[in-house]
């Protein structure tokens, strides 16, 4: 038999595969960082993770709760304001890669991570632009993770930059060249973007899933590399690596839920308990 894994631990073990040994990633909380300390811990020992707080070279020993939690301090190089790491880093283009998370996505890779509906009228509200739209416009590389959200002829609200309108129109605004949405992984496939329409393409397919089920989820008619990635499976060691750092990841969120009520439910009923036998 081969060896188990969940789904996000093999988003985790594909997008860590997107970082090159020696690069500036910046990352936020959740799978993405998950991410970049597997790349740092196996093929990218020298790649150097900051967060939107200001925290350079880290080595955390659990994912973050925030962009500021004190575990992003294990190791790390140097701290300084948000506004540095914006207006002396990311802006000035040391960047290299930028981990996001995407809520809805577009043909061009432009996301929407701010609400679900008429903004005046929202449905849902996720968790905003936070750097997003600096991190995209000018960190030369973008690798985008989709768990749980939708892609859509039509954003409800524009966050973040991906290829605005295809073609030229991101450098047109200003952006850098080159510069962009470089992979999209999402719970059934790979996608990739054009280098000259800057539409995005299926590239490749997860273990078990078909061309059809991944067309299924895209309201357009999205065109496919001739040359079809399969996504590789994470080994045992690089199970072992996101199951020691990130367990709540490798649980699932069905599973994390459940323990948490059972927690809760066990600690609500010890207090009943004491206050009986004070009573």
Not at 84 to 109: E, H
Not at 152 to 170: A, E, I, Q
Not at 235 to 250: H, Q, V
Request: net charge negative.
């Amino acid at each position: 038999m081969g060896i188990k894994y969940s789904i996000d631990e093999l988003i985790v073990f594909r997008a860590s595969k997107e970082i090159r040994d020696g690069e500036m990633v910046v990352i936020g909380q959740g799978i993405p960082m998950a991410a970049g300390v597997l790349a740092r811990n196996t093929h990218a020992p020298n790649s150097v993770i900051l967060t939107e707080a200001g925290i350079v070279g880290m080595e955390p020993f659990k994912v973050p709760l925030h962009i500021a939690d004190v575990s992003c301090t294990r190791g790390y190089s140097y701290g300084c304001d948000m506004v540095d790491i914006f207006t002396s880093i990311i802006n000035q283009g040391y960047a290299d890669v930028a981990f996001l998370g995407v809520g809805q996505i577009d043909r061009y890779g432009n996301m929407n991570s701010s609400y679900i509906g008429d903004p005046d009228n929202f449905e849902m509200r996720m968790m905003g632009a936070g750097g997003a739209p600096e991190f995209a416009g000018y960190s030369m590389r973008n690798v985008l993770t989709m768990r749980g959200g939708e892609f859509v002829n039509k954003l409800d609200y524009f966050t973040t930059p991906g290829y605005v309108d295809g073609g030229t129109s991101r450098y047109d605004a200003g952006m850098p060249e080159g510069s962009g949405p470089s992979v999209l992984i999402s719970t059934k496939g790979i996608f990739k973007f054009h280098p000259e329409t800057k539409e995005m393409y299926i590239a490749g397919m997860h273990p078990g899933v078909t061309i059809d089920d991944i067309k299924a989820d895209i309201p357009w008619d999205i065109a496919v590399s001739e040359d079809l990635e399969i996504t590789e499976l994470p080994d045992e060691k690089a199970l072992n690596m996101i199951r020691t750092f990130a367990p709540e990841i490798s649980m699932g969120r069905k599973l994390q839920i459940e323990i948490v009520v059972n927690s809760v439910l066990k600690v609500l009923w010890e207090v009943a308990e004491k206050q009986k036998g004070e009573a």
